[in-house]
C-alpha cells in the first residue's frame, strides 16, 4: 500500500504544469521533492492531495483511487501543511490544534489526550493557553505542524501519509532541523512523508528518496546517494554545484558555486563598459 501518482499530467490554459509525473510515497518514507521555482512541485502535492482533480493519470492512496475517497475518509488518511495557512479567528493554540480532529468519531478525552501528545512532540506545552495571533511566524508554523500531525497521529492499520509544502520557509535553522526531526520520526508510525524542500543540503540529510522536477518533468528520481549528484543537481537547477560527502554519515552536501558568465574588461569606450 502506498500514495502512488502513475503518468500523471496537468494543465493550467493550455500550459503543461506537470508532465506525465510518476511517483510513489512509500508508509515509513520520506520522500523529498527538489526543483526551481515553477517546476509544479506546489501543483503534484495538491494533485496527490486530492485538491486537484482536473489532471490526467491516475492518483491511488492504498489501492483505492483518490477520488473515489470520501472527505472524512481521506482527510483520516493524508495530511496537507500548504505553504501558507491564515486563521483569522481569535484561536487559542489548543483550539487550532483541534481543527486536525474534526475528521474523527473519537471521544473527547481521546482528542484532548492527542492534542496534549503533540504538544509536546512539537514543544508547544510551554504556550499552552496563548493566542495563536501572538506568536511568532515560526512559532505559528509548529501550531500548524501540531495540528496535521493531530489529524493522523490515531494508530491504524492502513498507512497514511504526511504531506509538506516548503515546510522550512519561514523557520530558522534551528526550528527548522526540529521540524523535519518531527516528520521523519513519523516514518516510524508508518507513515508516508513527502516533504517539498527548497534546501538542497536538508533534502540530503532527511530525505530516503528525492523527486527531482524542471518544468514539470522528472529529471531523476531515487534514493539521496543515488540521484543528488553533480550532473541531476546542475541539469535541473541549471547552476553550477560541487558535491561532497559527509563523513559521518555519508550523504551528500552541497555547495553552490559563483556562476561567471561574464568577463567584464577594465575599460570604457565613451562612458560604457564594454562586455565580452
Known sequence: ????????????????IVRDCSLEVQPGVFTAVVGPNGAGKTSLLKILANEVTNYRGQVQLNGMPVYKLKHRELSKLRAVLPQHTTVNFPFTIEQVIQIGRYAHLTTKNENERIITE??????LTSFKGRMYQ???????????????????????????YLLLDEPTSSLDLSQQHALLELAKNLCSRNIGVLAILHDLNLAAQYGDEVLFLKGGITTAQGTVLDVMTRDVIEETFSHPVKVNYDEDT??????PLQRVNTVIKNHQTKNHYIYE
Open 118 to 123: 503533540v504538544m509536546e512532540r512539537t514543544s
Open 134 to 160: 501572538t506568536l511568532s511566524g515560526g512559532e505559528q508554523q509548529r501550531v500548524q505542524m501540531a495540528r496535521v500531525m493531530a489529524q493522523i497521529w490515531d494508530k491504524a492499520v492502513s498507512p497514511k
Open 250 to 255: 555519508n550523504r551528500p552536501v552541497i555547495y
Open 1 to 16: 500500500m502506498s500514495l502512488q501518482a502513475t503518468n500523471v499530467t496537468y494543465s493550467i490554459r493550455h500550459k503543461q
